[in-house]
């Protein structure tokens, strides 16, 4: 287990309406990263964040936005949900700088599974 | 732009054979880093091993090994004697950040080993 804890594990919604999930980083960690996983793909970059600030963002709309807690928790807020956003979402966390030698591994957690009808 | 390919969907092997995941990738960067993950029925993502552009030496820990090449862009792994505990979607992923940021992950290869 990497001690990456998501909430909740599954939930269902309907179009249109607006979803909150959170996550805890492993103990150490400062930095929280958020992925989209569509069934059969690999997990696609949504955002990441360190410092509670965003701290770089992939191809995905202003409707996708997230927090970071002074106890670098985390939570991903998606508004106006669409089909497509049926997913399971990623949450990963890290060091902000793993070293001289470079980007260090992401510890990821079990996700949440949204289904979205 | 930076991609991952991992060309095989699905394979299937019997206990105690060897096998090997493909993964290409492409980067415009000289300083990169990759990774394999290990993603079980229960969704977690595990990792397995990170490479350093500049760090060419292959590795070998316990029945996994990983050969880089950069003539290539390649970064296969291999599972030797598998075992139905590998049964699982592995993947692979590159990211240019040094700040553990976007990594980019190829679509997957779903290994089952069958008893």
């Known amino acids: 287990e990497t001690g990456v804890t998501q909430s909740p594990t599954h939930l269902i919604k309907t179009r249109g309406q607006q979803v909150t999930l959170r996550c805890s980083s492993q103990?150490?960690?400062?930095?929280v990263s958020w992925y989209q996983q569509a069934l059969g793909q690999g997990p696609q970059f949504i955002f990441q964040y360190y410092r509670e600030e965003e701290n770089g963002r992939g191809n995905f709309p202003p409707r996708f936005s997230g927090l970071q807690f002074p106890n670098y928790s985390s939570e991903l807020n998606v508004n106006a949900l669409e089909l497509d956003d049926s997913a399971l979402y990623l949450c990963a966390s890290s060091l902000h700088y793993a070293g001289p030698r470079g980007t260090g591994e992401l510890f990821f957690g079990e996700g949440s599974r949204l289904t979205v009808l | 732009a930076q991609k991952v390919t991992q060309a095989q969907t699905e394979i299937s092997v019997v206990e105690k054979e060897d096998v090997t995941l493909d993964c290409v990738y492409e980067?415009?960067?000289?300083?990169?880093?990759l990774f394999w993950y290990k993603q079980p029925p229960s969704g977690e993502l595990v990792f397995l091993i990170r490479?350093?552009?500049?760090?060419?030496q292959n590795e070998i820990s316990g029945r996994y090994s990983w050969n880089f090449q950069k003539s290539t862009s390649s970064f296969n792994f291999t599972i030797t004697a598998s075992q139905v505990v590998d049964s699982a979607v592995y993947f692979c992923a590159l990211s240019e950040d040094n700040y553990g940021q976007n990594f980019v992950f190829g679509p997957g290869t779903r290994l089952s080993v069958l008893p």
């Open positions: 980067t415009r960067d000289t300083t990169y880093y």
């Open positions: 103990s150490g960690h400062n930095t």
């Open positions: 490479r350093n552009s500049f760090d060419e």
